[in-house]
């Protein structure tokens, strides 16, 4: 079971507010990820970081921001909320692992936060 | 990374083996095939992944062409708690990213 939290898991908020979504692991990861997705569409990934002080962009452009100051803290934020901002955003982490005799980075997901902007 | 493509949905019986197909023809000798699922919207879960042997472990089996041109996702009782998108991805290890499909909705019925 992995031990990766996201919150809030869901909130509801108005056009132009600054809103941090929390994401938080315990596995000690260096790896970790930001998702977006749309119901019943693909995810893509819109934000990733391979260690402290360490973020990079995804595939997908985003008006959010990131940042990672501690190992198991990779907080994103949107400084002025929008409706197409509205989506559910998933976090990830990885390390690296022995799995079926081969080297992995098995990601581990968090349970998402569903972002409904009004 | 390759790109794979899977079939949009698929039944199942409950009890039975439910067979998933993944197609990745340009697949690099150095490249895993990864298969993960996602349950009413829940964060992805890992399932499996292989290189060039098959593998099997507790939820699912995972069966490679020789070629490695192509694979098969076995769950061999679906339950209907394993209704859910199932997404064959197809990456180099070291760039630890993984790039979403579709996948395959699988629906279990009684």
């Known amino acids: 079971e992995a031990d990766i939290y996201q919150t809030p898991r869901y909130l509801v908020i108005g056009t132009g507010k600054k809103i941090t979504l929390e994401c938080s692991q315990t596995?000690?990861?260096?790896?970790m990820y930001w998702y977006q997705q749309d119901p019943g569409m693909e995810l893509h990934l819109i934000h990733y970081s391979y260690g402290v002080n360490s973020t990079e962009k995804g595939d997908l452009s985003s008006e959010s921001t990131v940042s990672r100051i501690r190992t198991e803290h990779f907080p994103l934020t949107l400084e002025s909320a929008r409706p197409s901002h509205t989506s559910q955003y998933l976090c990830?982490?990885?390390?690296?692992?022995?799995?079926?005799?081969?080297?992995?980075?098995?990601?581990?997901f968090g349970p998402g936060t569903r972002l409904t902007v009004t | 990374d390759a790109k794979t493509t899977q079939p949009t949905s698929m039944d199942c019986a409950e009890g039975r083996a439910a067979n998933l197909p993944c197609n990745h023809s340009t697949i690099s000798g150095n490249e895993y095939v990864y298969w993960y699922r996602q349950i009413h919207s829940q964060g992805p879960q890992y399932i499996i992944h292989?290189?060039?042997n098959n593998e099997t472990n507790e939820m699912a089996s995972l069966i490679i062409t020789e070629d490695r041109k192509s694979s098969t996702l076995i769950l061999p009782h679906a339950t209907l708690r394993d209704t859910a998108v199932y997404y064959c991805i197809v990456r180099v290890d070291n760039t630890d990213k993984l790039i979403f499909g579709t996948g395959t909705r699988l629906q279990v019925f009684p």
């Open positions: 596995m000690g990861h260096d790896k």
């Open positions: 990830a982490s990885s390390g690296l692992t022995a799995l079926a005799g081969s080297p992995s980075y098995e990601q581990y």
């Open positions: 292989g290189l060039k």
